[in-house]
Nanobody, 125 residues
Framework: QVQLVESGGGWVPTGGRLRLVCSAS????????IGWFRQAPGKDSEFVAA??????RTLYGDSVAGRFTISRDNVRVYLQMTSLQPEDTAVYYC????????????????????WGQGTQVTVSS
C-alpha cells in the first residue's frame, strides 16, 4: 500500500500559476500510474490529468488541456497549472494505480486504488 501526499496548493490570483506535487510517503511511485482529480464544493469529482509509469503517455481533462501539464520522475508527480481561473478552485487529489504495464493510464476514478488527502487550490482576483 502506498500513502500519497499532495503539496503545493494555496491561493493564486486569476491568471496565475501553481505547481502541485504528489509524493509517496516512504516509497517511490515508479510502479504506479498517477492521476490528478479535483472536486469543487457542490460539484462532482472531475478528472484533471494522468500519466503512465514511464512518463510516455499523458491524458488531460477537457477543461485543463493546454493549461496544465503533468510530469513525473520516480519519486514525485507534478501538476504544473497555468492561466488559472476561478473555476479551477477545488481540492486537488492525486491517485495511484499499481500496474505492471508501462503504458497503462486512465481517467476514471474507479481505476485508481490509492488516494491522497488533497490540497486546496483557490483562484480569485
Amino acid at each position: 500500500q502506498v500513502q500519497l501526499v499532495e503539496s503545493g496548493g494555496g491561493w493564486v490570483p486569476t491568471g496565475g500559476r501553481l505547481r502541485l506535487v504528489c509524493s509517496a510517503s516512504g516509497s517511490t511511485l515508479d510502479n504506479y500510474a498517477i492521476g490528478w482529480f479535483r472536486q469543487a464544493p457542490g460539484k462532482d469529482s472531475e478528472f484533471v490529468a494522468a500519466i503512465n509509469r514511464i512518463a510516455g503517455r499523458t491524458l488531460y481533462g477537457d477543461s485543463v488541456a493546454g493549461r496544465f501539464t503533468i510530469s513525473r520522475d520516480n519519486v514525485r508527480v507534478y501538476l504544473q497549472m497555468t492561466s488559472l481561473q476561478p473555476e479551477d478552485t477545488a481540492v486537488y487529489y492525486c491517485a495511484a494505480h499499481p500496474t505492471t504495464s508501462p503504458l497503462r493510464v486512465g481517467k476514471n476514478r474507479d481505476e485508481y486504488d490509492y488516494w491522497g488527502q488533497g490540497t486546496q487550490v483557490t483562484v480569485s482576483s
